[in-house]
Structure formats: structure tokens, C-alpha cells
């Protein structure tokens, strides 16, 4: 298993801002991923956080929007740049120990960051 | 492209009832399937883990099944408590195809347990 702290827990930012988010990891993991959760709607996955390159985005997200880090094995930060108030929303670290096969990956989530833009 | 559906999306039971949810994916080639909890405004937490070539998992009052070729879940909760109320996700990890071996999700069943 792995134990995700994530923080901020909350915030409420300016239009305009922008937001770094922190996920730390207990144990070294292989695959740390980013969602985001809109009000009332399920995870959206934004981007997989490789270590030691450039995260890999999904459709609709973009590097300069949402800047990635995964500096080792144990942590990585998101950005929410220039934010609008379409950008609010839960952010939540994943990760997923791989120690077996693939079909034996349990994925771990962080309590979430809970972003309001004003 | 894998889509996730979840029946129904809203429950609402008596406690002590037993209670059944159902998740659907199009796409069969899965590692696994994960059903998650997640109270209002909380991130998630690991219910259970089914790999592909199991039917089922279960963990104290839980029980989940899998039919990977026709494509369908269902978690059954059994004597439910007014604890149990939350949102229940149901999510596959992608087997195919370079997809970085993502989850993709349901929305979810609103679960209410009235006391």
C-alpha cells in the first residue's frame, strides 16, 4: 500500500494567481498521476507524472497550464497557473506501487485539494 | 475509448439493508477494476481490487464481482450502516494500446443510508 499526503488541503485564490500543489509518498512508487474533480462530476485524469522527464498529458490538458514535477521516486507538485474561476475544482494526487504484475496495481489517492477561485 | 458507467446514480436505503451497485465498461482488455469511497469533499479510498482474471473480492461487509467479457461489476454491501453513506466509484485500469496504464472512472453512486 502507500500513504499520500497532499497539501494544501484547501485554498481560495485570486483570478489570475497561481497554485502549487504537493503530493508526498510514503514508499518509492512507480506511476504518480494527477486528477482533477469538478463540482458534482467524476476524476478527470490531467497528467502522468513520469520521474526524471516530462509529464505525459491527456487531451485537452496542456504543460502551461498545469506544470507537473516529479523530482524521485516519492514526490511530485502540480501548478494551476494563471487560474480562472473555471478552474475550480478538487485536485488529487494518485499512486500506484508496482511490485507485481500489472493487473495487481492498486491505485492510493491523497484527501484531494479543494481549489476555489474568486 | 473506455467509458465507465455506474447504476444507479443516486440510493437512498434504510439501514440494515442489504444493497447491491453496478458498474459497466465497453472496453474488456482491463488489468483490474477498483471500487473506491469518497465522502463530500475528500479524496478516495480503496474499497477493493478485482484483477482481471478473478470474480470476485471480498472485505468484511463488501463483495465484488467481475464479469470482464460481458463487461460489468456489481458491489454488494451487506447490513448497511448510515457510516456507509458516501460516494462509490467504480474505475478499470487500461490494459492496451500505450496508455500508461491509467484508470478511467465512473461518476459514481450517491449512497444514503438513513438510520
Known amino acids: 500500500s502507500a500513504v499520500i499526503s497532499q497539501k494544501p488541503s484547501r485554498d481560495i485564490c485570486q483570478r489570475g494567481t497561481s497554485l502549487t500543489i504537493q503530493c508526498q509518498v510514503d514508499?518509492?512508487?512507480?506511476?504518480m498521476f494527477w486528477y482533477r474533480q469538478q463540482p458534482g462530476q467524476s476524476l478527470t485524469l490531467i497528467a502522468t507524472?513520469?520521474?526524471?522527464?516530462?509529464?505525459?498529458?491527456e487531451s485537452g490538458f496542456v504543460i502551461d497550464k498545469f506544470p507537473i514535477s516529479r523530482p524521485n521516486l516519492t514526490f511530485s507538485t502540480l501548478t494551476v497557473s494563471n487560474m480562472s474561476p473555471e478552474d475550480s475544482s478538487i485536485y488529487l494526487c494518485?499512486?500506484?506501487?508496482?511490485?507485481?504484475?500489472?493487473?495487481?496495481?492498486?491505485?492510493?489517492f491523497g484527501q484531494g485539494t479543494r481549489l476555489t477561485v474568486v | 475509448k473506455q467509458e465507465v458507467t455506474q447504476i444507479p446514480a443516486a440510493l437512498s436505503v434504510p439501514e440494515g439493508e442489504n444493497l447491491v451497485l453496478n458498474c459497466s465498461f465497453t472496453d474488456s482488455a482491463i488489468y483490474n477494476l477498483q471500487w473506491f469511497r469518497q465522502d463530500p469533499g475528500k479524496g478516495l479510498t480503496s474499497l477493493l481490487l478485482i484483477q482481471s482474471s478473478q470474480r470476485e473480492q471480498t472485505s468484511g461487509r463488501l463483495n465484488a464481482s467481475l464479469d470482464k467479457s460481458s463487461g460489468r461489476s456489481t458491489l454488494y454491501i451487506a447490513a448497511s450502516q448510515p457510516g456507509d453513506s458516501a460516494t462509490y466509484l467504480c474505475?478499470?485500469?487500461?490494459?492496451?494500446?500505450?496508455?500508461?496504464?491509467?484508470?478511467?472512472f465512473g461518476k459514481g453512486t450517491l449512497l444514503t443510508v438513513n438510520p
Open positions: 514508499s518509492q512508487v512507480t506511476m
Open positions: 494518485s499512486a500506484t506501487p508496482r511490485t507485481g504484475p500489472l493487473s495487481n496495481t492498486e491505485a492510493f
Open positions: 474505475a478499470v485500469r487500461q490494459g492496451s494500446g500505450g496508455s500508461n496504464y491509467k484508470l478511467t
Open positions: 507524472a513520469n520521474q526524471g522527464s516530462e509529464a505525459t498529458y
